[in-house]
T-cell receptor, first 118, second 113 residues
Framework: AQKVTQAQTEISVVEKEDVTLDCVYE???????LFWYKQPPSGELVFLIRRNSFDEQNEISGRYSWNFQKSTSSFNFTITASQVVDSAVYFC???????????????FGAGTRLAVHP | DGGITQSPKYLFRKEGQNVTLSCEQNLNHDAMYWYRQDPGQGLRLIYYSQIVNDFQKGDIAEGYSVSREKKESFPLTVTSAQKNPTAFYLC????????????FGEGSRLTVL
């Protein structure tokens, strides 16, 4: 069965600190996609990144970076020089294989609540 | 602006009552989803629909019902059979055949009194 584990329930940092959010996944599929979403206090989930299982290159987008390692089934997310606006709940998700019709559904981790203090 | 609109944002219900949560999208997406969010448990899939007049149960469909009469609308009914309905409900949509991301609404918080 597919599963996503985010072992860190809550993280608290002071502004400008770097912080890494861990994500470990389980799947028997050879083709899959991994995602990170941000959920600010407003409630809406905001897409951050998608990575397919054949692309292990790390990615950097501004202060955000992602480290994908198939050998350890991990897809960790690092925020550099954190800011108060980064305070949110962050979810890691894994796509199941395509259903009939070409759609897939996402399996979410429990989320990590990040609090960045001034 | 394109997006997903959920209503109401907050809803209170007495035990034994059915309640319907609205989800409307103007993104022209074929697929729509309902997720339930509980503290410490992430998001769990209730129902999904890939096309009008068709929908499938997700992982926790018991006590819920849906309909998909129009492409842009996917309402969720929380019935009295749902034993623990207090939760945050999120609707999402996605393009057909796309491996891309889900687009989410802002959610509806249901509290059973």
């Amino acid at each position: 069965a597919q599963k996503v584990t985010q072992a860190q329930t809550e993280i608290s940092v002071v502004e400008k600190e770097d912080v890494t959010l861990d994500c470990v996944y389980e799947t028997r599929d050879t083709t899959y996609y991994l995602f990170w979403y941000k959920q600010p206090p407003s409630g809406e989930l905001v897409f951050l990144i998608r990575r397919n299982s054949f692309d292990e290159q790390n990615e950097i987008s501004g202060r955000y970076s992602w480290n994908f390692q198939k050998s350890t089934s991990s897809f960790n997310f690092t925020i550099t020089a954190s800011q108060v606006v980064d305070s949110a709940v962050y979810f890691c998700a894994l796509s199941e294989p395509f259903l009939s019709g070409g759609y897939n559904k996402l399996i979410f981790g429990a989320g990590t609540r990040l609090a960045v203090h001034p | 602006d394109g997006g997903i609109t959920q209503s109401p944002k907050y809803l209170f219900r007495k035990e034994g009552q059915n309640v319907t949560l609205s989800c409307e999208q103007n993104l022209n997406h074929d697929a729509m989803y309902w997720y339930r969010q509980d503290p410490g448990q992430g998001l769990r899939l209730i129902y999904y629909s890939q096309i009008v007049n068709d929908f499938q149960k997700g992982d926790i469909a018991e006590g819920y019902s849906v309909s998909r009469e129009k492409k842009e609308s996917f309402p969720l009914t929380v019935t009295s059979a749902q034993k623990n309905p207090t939760a945050f409900y999120l609707c999402a949509s996605k393009e057909r055949g796309d491996t891309g991301e889900l687009f989410f609404g802002e959610g509806s918080r249901l509290t059973v009194l």
